[in-house]
Nanobody, 118 residues
């Protein structure tokens, strides 16, 4: 059974940095496209960034130049380095995993709160 466990959220001042981590257990990490999404109060969940097993990255325009997604396959871990944080980055951040092989199943973590104060 695949499980995703996030860590690293918290409260930070505007302009500060945080690094989120997500560990996948229960399957082979290297066959998953890993990603980060976020959901602010009253808003829909939105994509932040994804990274393929080969390291191809897709990220939202709103975070380009500030956030960096990376993965270490040997540690079953994906990271989201967040710099120059803004109050509008405040949200619950969710880790995601989507299999690249059949069956194309997807999984979510439980979420970690990131709050940026002005």
């Amino acid at each position: 059974q695949v499980q995703l466990v996030e860590s690293g959220g918290g409260l930070v001042q505007s302009g500060g940095s945080l690094r989120l981590s997500c560990v996948l257990s229960g399957n082979i990490f290297s066959i998953y496209v890993m990603g980060w999404h976020r959901q602010a109060p009253g808003k829909q969940r939105e994509l932040v960034a994804t990274i393929t097993p080969g390291g191809i990255i897709n990220s939202a325009d709103s975070v380009k130049g500030r956030f960096t997604v990376s993965r270490v396959n040997a540690k079953n871990t994906v990271y989201l380095q967040m710099n120059s944080l803004k109050p509008e980055d405040t949200a619950v951040y969710y880790c995601s995993a989507v299999r690249t092989t059949s069956p194309r199943l997807g999984y979510w973590g439980q979420g970690t709160q990131v709050t940026v104060s002005s």
